[in-house]
């Protein structure tokens, strides 16, 4: 079962996202609405996926994405960033980013979520910081 670390300031999207995520199969093993708590989460219960809001109230996702891929040692935690905003306005940002892809809130399934993995695929736990080979 996939393991998942919610991280969004908006406690309400945390619950709704939990749910929706936990009736599909998805296990989430903790949520985090800031950067510190999310690191610490990460740490403690080794997720095999992050979705991280891009928006982070005052902080950004961007940088927690490098921090959480940065930090996870050896196998490289996956990032997938999530926004209510559409992927077109973050674009550069989401490609330069260690993520491997970008989901809109309201696209977010569990289904989704293995797509975007599965189209990772192994290279990417092996490869650079700033993604997948070829990105």
């Known amino acids: 079962m996939l393991r998942c670390l919610i991280v969004d300031d908006n406690d309400y999207f945390l619950s709704a996202a939990r749910c929706l ?8 093993v903790g949520v985090a609405s800031d950067s510190a708590q999310a690191l610490r989460l990460a740490e403690r219960l080794r997720p095999d996926v992050a979705l991280v809001d891009i928006n982070l109230g005052s902080e950004c ?3 927690l994405a490098v921090r959480l891929h940065g930090e996870a040692g050896p196998a490289a935690l996956l990032v997938i960033l999530i926004s209510s905003h559409a992927e077109d306005d973050y674009a550069d940002l989401i490609e330069a980013s260690p993520a491997v892809g970008f989901l809109s809130k309201t696209a977010l399934s569990g289904d989704a979520i293995g797509a975007l993995l599965a189209g ?16």
């Open 21 to 28: 995520l936990e009736r599909q199969g998805v296990a989430v």
């Open 61 to 63: 996702g961007f940088d």
């Open 120 to 135: 990772a695929g192994e290279s990417y736990r092996r490869g650079p910081v700033n993604g997948p080979p070829g990105r």
